[in-house]
T-cell receptor
Framework: GAVVSQHPSWVICKSGTSVKIECRSL??????MFWYRQFPKQSLMLMAT?????????EQGVEKDKFLINHASLTLSTLTVTSAHPEDSSFYIC???????????FGPGTRLTVT | KQEVTQIPAALSVPEGENLVLNCSFT??????LQWFRQDPGKGLTSLLL?????REQTSGRLNASLDKSSGRSTLYIAASQPGDSATYLC???FGAGNMLTFGGGTRLMVKP
């Protein structure tokens, strides 16, 4: 149990376009999901906290108008990178916090390359 | 602000060695600490979670200890194997929302 999926696993897009990444908890409900970004050979940095039915909370330095987060259901959160630029190229990983549990379960990540 | 540090940043050992990975954190007011494994280009796999009331957790060849008062945790890997090669990350939650702060990771290479 406690499987989190992400789609797509990798995407290449042109500068200026928008890309949507989905994060799903497959076998449990998650009132809270988190979005992290990881640059090569670096650790994960929290971007935002996604709460079902309410607005996301963004970390300092993360532009909320550029990284749109929607947590429409207890099993799905989406991250849309708007007007992507090459510097947005990164590995985006989501995690889901199962309600009532301590652990976070991580998705397999999405590799975004902006050309 | 919580800061998490992992030492060493990289480690290369021959197969069969026992090894210790270190994790330190600045704010000891944590309620758990989690160790993860990340293979290149992949997501994170949770290895062990230690509650603040616990001193250690074991899973197979892995043993993680936690000393809150000194702000330290160690991950002990017994009889290392080439398949253990990966980056190992420790993380602690911060804030009321259970967000995680990660250490920089230890890149482990186990040579056959």
């Amino acid at each position: 149990g406690a499987v989190v999926s992400q789609h797509p696993s990798w995407v290449i897009c042109k500068s200026g376009t928008s890309v949507k990444i989905e994060c799903r908890s497959l076998d449990f409900q998650a009132t809270t999901m988190f979005w992290y970004r990881q640059f090569p050979k670096q650790s994960l940095m929290l971007m935002a906290t996604s709460n079902e039915g309410s607005k996301a909370t963004y970390e300092q330095g993360v532009e909320k108008d550029k990284f749109l987060i929607n947590h429409a259901s207890l099993t799905l959160s989406t991250l849309t990178v708007t007007s992507a630029h090459p510097e947005d190229s990164s590995f985006y990983i989501c995690s889901a916090h199962r309600t009532g549990a301590y652990e976070q379960y991580f998705g397999p990540g999405t590799r975004l390359t902006v050309t | 602000k919580q800061e998490v540090t992992q030492i060493p940043a990289a480690l290369s050992v021959p197969e069969g060695e026992n090894l210790v990975l270190n994790c330190s954190f600045t704010d000891s007011a944590i309620y758990n600490l989690q160790w993860f494994r990340q293979d290149p280009g992949k997501g994170l796999t949770s290895l062990l979670l230690i509650q603040s009331s616990q001193r250690e957790q074991t899973s197979g060849r892995l043993n993680a200890s936690l000393d809150k008062s000194s702000g330290r945790s160690t991950l002990y890997i017994a009889a290392s194997q080439p398949g253990d090669s990966a980056t190992y990350l420790c993380a602690v939650p911060f804030g009321a929302g259970n967000m995680l702060t990660f250490g920089g990771g230890t890149r482990l290479m186990v040579k056959p």
